[in-house]
C-alpha cells in the first residue's frame, strides 16, 4: 500500500469507527480487539510482541444485543423477532423457543474467515402467527470457541388482534450491518431471505453485481455476495434487494478491508 492509500486509511478508519460505534449500539467489545485496531487499518497487537499477546488478539468472542422482552401479536400476522450478534469470527445464530431449536444452525462456510469480525442479524419470521407460536424465545450466538445467549423474548399471539392470513413481501432474515476481513482472502456478506423472492445486490459503485465470468464478484444461490481476494479499493456499502410480485426488502453492508500485522501471523 503506497503513501497516499496509507493516508486514505487513516482517514477512512476514523470515519469508520464513527460508523462501527453506531452500528455496534449497546454492545460491550472486549479490550483485546480496541488494541487491535492502530491508527492504520492494520489489525494488530498493542505492547510487546509476546505470544501471550499475539493469542489474546486471536482470540475468539461473542456478544449479543438486547432484545424485546415481549412481542404481542395479532392471530394471522407476520411475526417478526430479531437476534443481533457481534463476534469474531463472524457468528453463527441459531433461534430457540422453549429451548428448542426453531431454526437451523447457520453453516460453517457462510462465516467470515480468518481475522475477520461481523455483526450479524438474524430474524425469525413466521408469516401466520397461531397459538402454536406462543412462548420464550432465546437465540444463541457461536464465534469459533464461544458462545452467548440472549435474554428471552415472550411471545404473546392474541385472538383480539385477529387478522386474515395474507402472503407477505419477502423479508430478509440473515445479513451483516458491518464485516471486516483481511485483504487478500474471501468473504461473503449474507443475505439470506424468508419467502420466495429474486435476490440481486449492488456494489459500492452502484453497480448490479452480474456474475460475469472472471469477476471477484458473485450472488450465491443462497442469496450471500461472494468476494474473492478481498482488496482496500473494495471498501463500501453493499445493497442486498429482495423482491417478489407483494413487495420487497433490502440492506447495507458496510464491508472494510483489513491488514493483518506480522505480529498476528
Request: hydrophobic residues 35%.
Amino acid at each position: 500500500m503506497d503513501q497516499s492509500m496509507m493516508d486514505c486509511a487513516k482517514i477512512t478508519l476514523t470515519v469508520f469507527a464513527a460508523l462501527f460505534s453506531l452500528a455496534a449500539g449497546r454492545t460491550h467489545f472486549p479490550g483485546h480487539f480496541h488494541a487491535a485496531l492502530t491508527q492504520e487499518n492494520t489489525l494488530s497487537p498493542m505492547g510487546s510482541n509476546t505470544v501471550s499477546e499475539r493469542e489474546e488478539s486471536m482470540k475468539d468472542w461473542v456478544k449479543i444485543s438486547e432484545s424485546e422482552r415481549t412481542i404481542k401479536v395479532g392471530r394471522g400476522q407476520r411475526l417478526v423477532v430479531d437476534c443481533e450478534a457481534i463476534g469474531s469470527p463472524s457468528p453463527r445464530i441459531q433461534w430457540l423457543r422453549d429451548n428448542r431449536p426453531i431454526t437451523q444452525l447457520m453453516e460453517e462456510d457462510n462465516v467470515v474467515r480468518g481475522f475477520g469480525l461481523a455483526k450479524i442479524v438474524r430474524t425469525y419470521v413466521a408469516d401466520c402467527a397461531s397459538p402454536s407460536h406462543e412462548g420464550e424465545y432465546t437465540c444463541t450466538a457461536i464465534s469459533g470457541g464461544e458462545t452467548a445467549i440472549s435474554s428471552s423474548t415472550q411471545v404473546i399471539v392474541d385472538d383480539d388482534m385477529r387478522s386474515e392470513c395474507q402472503p407477505g413481501a419477502p423479508k430478509i432474515s440473515v445479513w451483516a450491518p458491518i464485516v471486516m476481513q483481511t485483504m487478500g482472502s474471501d468473504v461473503r456478506i449474507p443475505c439470506r431471505v424468508h419467502g420466495i423472492a429474486r435476490v440481486s445486490w449492488v456494489s459500492k459503485d452502484g453497480q448490479l453485481v452480474s456474475n460475469a465470468p472472471g469477476s471477484r464478484f458473485r450472488v450465491l444461490e443462497s442469496g450471500d455476495l461472494e468476494i474473492t481476494k478481498l482488496k482496500w479499493v473494495d471498501m463500501g456499502k453493499y445493497s442486498c434487494y429482495a423482491e417478489n410480485h407483494i413487495g420487497k426488502d433490502t440492506v447495507s453492508t458496510f464491508l472494510y478491508p483489513m491488514l493483518v500485522s506480522d505480529k498476528l501471523k
